[in-house]
């Protein structure tokens, strides 16, 4: 790891200034109801950690697996991780210095261009709003696993009501379930890895020493679409890539969640700390134990097939476990639910940040006044509706369609992200800032941001070659990958020239608006009351020493 710091002073900032949010409108002083910062600092951290874990790992593994193998599995997840982490120490860097409503798709307005701020805005709401089908639809799939007769449909509207209904009590609704939820997916991951390595062992009741079996029969690489070599090998490899971005996307979510975050310069820099604690344990460490636990031929890892199963459950049924697959299918039910919450809530607050930047409708911006952008969230709700594909396509099939769109978006968010800090860095040396009194800070820059920015659009660039295989073309597959690659230039492009907007030059970087009301809502974590206030303490802040050499 590289040397991360936070400087408690900062918080006060070497830069004061009034406020000018929202196209100049006061904050003191707002002509309308704004978002509040409700989200408090367990609700931050549990977002961090566990609060987009979900059908990515849980579900969408069983795909990669029989594409990559064992290996190609946990080798696509090591690489995706590593891109991750950059993108993440990235976004920590600005979001902590400057915790803002609209979060990245602000910060791209003031260091790159207004017009790149519009394509990277409708490019996340875009992400967000069709993630929120996929979870939908891999909840229909899970539902499956214990009745097949009922119609995916109702399954659909049972999970759509809970997402809907918390995100209309509001952000402190919300972080409130996102908390019971992410602490339940993060007690699930962490009991099937130890149960994992137990079954692994020879601990289940067939007692049956697994080991690194599967790795040797069928093999640790699966010879891609039939093709022999290290050729075939590599395009297994790279296509789980895609998939493992899937997994990941909405790392970045605590970036989104800054606008409502209290105290955000002390609790985000912890909460970036925590994402690589995120990705090898429950990520990196799940993914091994899914490829020993389960052969990459095995019939019901093809999520198109029908008959798709999470692969943890499959493992735990192999092992021959009574009622346990039950109760892990339900536990991965509530993580198909959560994401999905999370998916409305940070789509929602994206259409408002666009809208704060002139860039969608003003209409977004109307909140009652305890803080809810209800209009925002109401219209991004709508198009959970596509979900009900699922009725006619089948859950499985629908799932990887939204998750091939949401992948490529998501990647292209990381981009933006990447560049928009190159930006900042070069503003920052121009106008002759230290980083140093920033927050939080990395020395592993600026390679860090320019590893995320070069191997995303790789990625993407790739993301969708198995349909030029000869015999392969899939027309949704094609689209599904590349729809965003050809529209986010054009939005760039056309918004340029409507607009009239040129690059912010380094010099004219805007470093200081916002400031004075960051630092008059910063203040020192006040003592535990308890022990059981201590040892909250504890836990949500065993990551920040790791994190700093």
């Not at 069983?62 to 993108?87: D, R």
């Not at 390595?197 to 891609?224: A, C, E, M, T």
């Not at 493992?244 to 975050?261: D, M």
Request: aromatic residues 14%.
């Amino acid at each position: 790891m590289g040397a991360e710091k936070t400087d408690p002073t900062a918080s006060k900032g070497e830069f004061s200034d009034a406020s000018d949010h929202d196209g100049g409108e006061s904050m003191q002083a707002p002509p309308r109801h704004t978002l509040q910062r409700k989200l408090k600092n367990r609700h931050i951290a549990m977002i961090s950690i566990g609060g987009v874990i979900g059908t990515g790992l849980f579900v969408g593994t069983a795909n990669s697996l029989a594409n990559g193998g064992p290996i190609g599995l946990l080798l696509g997840y090591v690489v995706m991780g590593s891109i991750v982490y950059s993108v993440m120490i990235t976004l920590g860097e600005m979001i902590a210095f400057l915790p803002i409503p609209g979060g990245h798709i602000k910060l791209a307005e003031r260091f790159v261009d207004p017009a790149f701020s519009f394509a990277m805005g409708w490019n996340y709401w875009y992400s967000w709003t069709i993630v929120s089908p996929a979870e939908l639809s891999a909840a229909a799939l899970l539902m499956n696993y214990w009745n097949q007769t009922v119609n995916d449909s109702v399954w659909v509207v049972m999970c759509l009501v809970v997402v809907v209904t918390i995100n209309m009590l509001g952000a402190g609704a919300y972080g409130e379930a996102e908390f019971v939820f992410a602490s339940i997916k993060v007690i699930t991951i962490t009991g099937l890895i130890i149960l994992g390595i137990v079954i692994d062992l020879g601990g289940g009741p067939d007692h049956d020493r697994i080991g690194f079996r599967y790795w040797k029969n069928p093999g640790p690489f699966v010879q891609y679409n039939g093709i022999q070599g290290s050729k075939g090998r590599f395009l297994g490899f790279w296509a789980v890539l895609s998939q493992a971005a899937f997994s990941f996307i909405g790392t970045e979510i605590v970036a989104i969640a800054a606008g409502e975050a209290k105290n955000p310069r002390r609790t985000l820099p912890k909460a970036i700390r925590r994402v690589y604690i995120r990705i090898l344990l429950f990520y990196i460490g799940g993914t091994l134990i899914i490829g020993l636990l389960v052969p990459s031929n095995n019939p019901y890892l093809k999520l198109n097939s029908g008959t798709a199963e999470s692969p943890f459950v499959l493992a735990i049924e192999t092992a021959g476990i009574k009622s346990l697959p039950s109760i892990i299918n339900a536990c991965l039910l509530t993580s198909a639910w959560s994401a999905s919450s999370s998916d409305l809530y940070t789509s929602s607050r994206a259409i408002y940040g666009l809208a704060a930047s002139g860039n969608a409708p003003k209409f977004f911006l109307k909140t009652t006044r305890n803080g809810l952008p209800y209009i925002a969230v109401l219209f991004c709700a709508s198009f959970s509706l596509l979900a009900f594909m699922a009725v006619s396509k089948g859950a499985g099939t629908v799932f990887l369609w939204f998750s091939n769109m949401t992948s490529v978006a998501g990647l292209m968010t990381w981009f933006a992200i990447s560049v928009t800090y190159l930006r900042f860095y070069k503003g920052m040396q121009a106008q002759g800032i230290d980083r140093k009194s920033l927050p939080y800070y990395t020395n592993l820059q600026p390679y860090a941001a320019w590893w995320g920015a070069v191997s995303t659009i790789t990625v993407c660039f790739f993301s969708g070659w198995s349909v030029f295989l000869k015999g392969n073309w899939n027309t949704a597959t094609f689209v599904t990958n590349y729809i965003l690659l050809i529209t986010w230039p054009i939005m760039y492009v056309g918004a340029s020239f409507y607009y009239g907007t040129r690059p912010v030059a380094p010099e004219d970087m805007d470093f200081k608006s916002d400031l004075a009301e960051i630092a008059a809502d910063t203040y020192d974590e006040p003592p535990p009351k308890n022990k059981m206030e201590a040892f909250w303490q504890w836990l949500v802040s065993i990551a920040a020493p790791l994190g700093n050499s």
